[in-house]
Structure formats: structure tokens, C-alpha cells
């Protein structure tokens, strides 16, 4: 079974950048479709963005224009390129075939001056 294990988050001013990857124990292409989540402190998991296996992507509104999801299924790899962060995009980001129920630990994001 692939397991996903995110990294690259951190403590970043407001308006900086961050770049999270998601690697996998194996192969990722015949993954599905794999998506970007996070889940801030008191709130609901919610969706940030998704990769598919056919080279589309799509973003939620709240991060569109600022954020990048990319796939590398010869790295096996997903990376999630954020730019111009805000305070309210502070949360433990994860990654995630869509469809999985079974969540890693995450990677904490924070954006604080």
C-alpha cells in the first residue's frame, strides 16, 4: 500500500511563500487523483486542491491564483506551491488520493508576522 508523507511547511510572514511536498512510498501514477487538504485549528478538514492523474488541477476558491498543486509521477511526487500566504491560510496541510479516508499527520503551516 503507497503510503503519502507530507513536509515543507513552517512559520512564514504574511505574503510569503512556501512550497509543501507530498512523497509517496511507491509509484503515484496510478494513483487517481490526488489532492491537497488542510485543517485549521477548531474547523473542519477542508479541500485546497487536486492533481489528477490526466494533468488536470483545480483549486478552491480561497487559494486560487495564489496557490500551484504539481505532480511528478517520476519523483512520485506532489508539491503544492503557495505564494502570497495569508493569516487564514494557517492549518496542518495534507495530502490524500481523493477518496481516501486514511490521513497522515500533516505538515503545520503557519502564517504570522
Known amino acids: 500500500q503507497v503510503q503519502l508523507v507530507e513536509s515543507g511547511g513552517g512559520l512564514v510572514q504574511p505574503g510569503g511563500s512556501l512550497r509543501l511536498s507530498c512523497g509517496s512510498s511507491?509509484?503515484?501514477?496510478?494513483?487517481?487523483?490526488i489532492g491537497w487538504y488542510r485543517q485549521a485549528s477548531g474547523k473542519r478538514r477542508e479541500w485546497v486542491a487536486t492533481a489528477g492523474s490526466t494533468g488536470m488541477t483545480d483549486y478552491s476558491d480561497s487559494v486560487k491564483a495564489r496557490f500551484t498543486i504539481s505532480r511528478d509521477n517520476v519523483k512520485n511526487a506532489v508539491y503544492l506551491q503557495m505564494n502570497d500566504l495569508r493569516p487564514e491560510d494557517t492549518a496542518v496541510y495534507y495530502c490524500?488520493?481523493?477518496?481516501?479516508?486514511?490521513w497522515g499527520q500533516g505538515t503545520q503551516v503557519t502564517v504570522s508576522s
Open positions: 511507491g509509484s503515484i501514477s496510478r494513483l487517481g487523483d
Open positions: 490524500n488520493v481523493v477518496g481516501f479516508t486514511s
